[in-house]
């Protein structure tokens, strides 16, 4: 089965703090993604990786950072955290190259981070 | 550009009831079709996807058919039960991008014993 964990379920942090969000996949996945997810909005694509080092921007990349300096793991940065940034964070990964459609992204629980 | 469409919620069932989630997408080529459903506290979970036009998807109880025609991809189930209380995405990913999986709004559905 695979598994996507997360390293916190909950986060308070006071505005302009950097604040990091880990997510580790044990299944081998090449590709991971951060999301961000708000009522009535869906799912937003922050950021995601198709390899070591490599990352590419989602459509909401301003005021995120991201890190993937191990296959396994996937960090979500804010550099100085704000208000309009307390949401859910999901972190998801996939097996399959970036180019085939048909695959199944796999989630982690949530990060709900309130920014006072 | 891509993009999908699913019914507002919330939606409030009772029991047994026959249920339907409405979702429509806008795609160039062949998307592939997927139904996530996220439980409360929980991330998100695959429920079923649709690779080609005229697939059924199905799992738990739940069916989706993948319909180029209409571009549609409505989620049913015959008879709910309570422990489907949950919210349901729509989403899709373009022909040969699955990096750019893109969800629909999400569905909030209770089911009341």
């Known amino acids: 089965d695979v598994k996507v964990t997360q390293s916190s379920r909950y986060l308070v942090k006071r505005t302009g703090e950097k604040v990091f969000l880990e997510c580790v996949q044990d299944?081998?996945?090449?590709?991971m993604f951060w999301y961000r997810q708000d009522p009535g909005l869906g799912l937003r694509l922050i950021y995601f990786?198709?390899?070591?080092?490599?990352?590419e921007k989602g459509d909401i990349p301003e005021g995120y950072s991201v890190s993937r300096e191990k296959k396994e793991r996937f960090s979500l940065i804010l550099e100085s955290a704000s208000t309009n940034q307390t949401s859910m964070y999901l972190c998801?990964?996939?097996?399959?190259?970036?180019?085939?459609?048909?695959?199944?992204?796999?989630f982690g629980p949530g990060t709900r981070l309130l920014v006072l | 550009g891509n993009s999908v469409t699913q019914m507002e919620g919330p939606v409030t069932l009772s029991e047994e009831a026959f249920l339907t989630i409405n979702c429509t997408y806008t795609?160039?080529?062949?998307?592939?079709l997927f139904w996530y459903v996220q439980y409360p506290g929980e991330g998100l979970q695959l429920l079923l996807k649709?690779?080609?036009?005229?697939d059924k998807g199905s799992n738990k109880g739940f069916e989706a058919t993948y319909r180029k025609e209409t571009t549609s991809f409505h989620l049913e189930k015959g008879s709910v039960q309570v422990s489907d209380s949950a919210v349901y995405f729509c989403?899709?990913?373009?022909?040969?991008?699955?990096?750019?999986?893109?969800f629909g709004s999400g569905t909030r559905l209770s089911i009341r014993p």
């Open positions: 998801a990964s996939i097996a399959a190259g970036i180019f085939d459609n048909q695959e199944t992204q796999y």
């Open positions: 299944m081998d996945h090449e590709n």
């Open positions: 990786s198709y390899d070591v080092k490599m990352k």
């Open positions: 795609a160039t080529g062949y998307p592939s």
């Open positions: 649709a690779t080609k036009a005229d």
């Open positions: 989403a899709l990913t373009p022909y040969s991008s699955a990096s750019k999986i893109i």
